[in-house]
């Protein structure tokens, strides 16, 4: 059974910290996949990022960053210099590969950048 | 560029009343499509999927069923609301036969009453 684990419910930071979400997981496939969303006030889902269990690369974009380590099965999301724009609910989820894949949540970390 | 509609965006209905829901997909073809209800305050809980037309797989017993009459939209109905039923319900779509991203609709708020 696929398990992912956002053991953060609620994060408070000022604006320009930088702030750090965890995600753990739990699969016994070999192959899987690893995202990240962001559910602003607005409500709509907002598909950040995927990553492939065969890629260990680290990836920037902007101020998100992404840490993605097999060995202690953890996709941790930086954001840095956080701004009041990046308050929302941010979600970490992991699929099987192939046509009826399905994908498994965590619970979510609802984030508040105070200015 | 693909686009995924959900309407109406906000309902307020009676118990006992009937729900129809509709979600629409634009720009792709034989997607998998998906409705998702999010409670107050709670994560995300996959209700059904569907990889073609009329193939409907139901994730959770309930009052509430699925219909995909056409490759491209995806519709969920009830014949009599609960006041459990309310909530937050998005419909996503992904690539009909990768293990990819799901892309989601703006959602449609649903009270209750």
């Known amino acids: 059974a696929q398990k992912v684990t956002q053991a953060q419910t609620e994060i408070s930071v000022v604006e320009k910290e930088d702030v750090t979400l965890d995600c753990v997981y739990e699969?016994?496939?070999?192959?899987?996949?690893l995202f990240w969303y962001k559910q602003p006030p607005s409500g709509e889902l907002v598909f950040l990022i995927r990553r492939n269990s065969f890629d260990e690369q680290n990836e920037i974009s902007g101020r998100y960053s992404w840490n993605f380590q097999k060995s202690t099965s953890s996709f941790n999301f930086t954001i840095t210099a956080s701004q009041v724009v990046d308050s929302a609910v941010y979600f970490c989820a992991l699929s099987r590969p192939g046509a009826n894949s399905k994908l498994t949540f965590g619970k979510g970390i609802t984030l508040s950048v105070r200015p | 560029s693909q686009t995924i509609h959900q309407w109406p965006a906000t309902l307020v209905q009676p118990v006992g009343s009937p729900l129809s829901l509709e979600c629409t997909v634009e720009g792709t073809s034989n997607p998998n499509l998906y409705w998702y209800r999010q409670a107050a305050g709670r994560g995300l809980q996959l209700l059904f999927y569907?990889?073609?037309?009329?193939?409907i797989s139901s994730e959770v017993p309930q009052n509430l069923s699925a219909s995909r009459p056409q490759d491209r939209q995806f519709i969920l109905s009830s014949k009599k609301l609960l006041l459990s039923d309310s909530g937050f319900y998005l419909c996503?779509?992904?690539?009909?036969?990768?293990?990819?991203?799901?892309?989601f609709g703006p959602g449609t708020r649903l009270t209750v009453t």
């Open positions: 699969t016994r496939d070999t192959t899987y996949y």
């Open positions: 996503a779509w992904s690539m009909g036969d990768r293990g990819y991203e799901q892309y």
């Open positions: 569907s990889v073609g037309i009329g193939q």
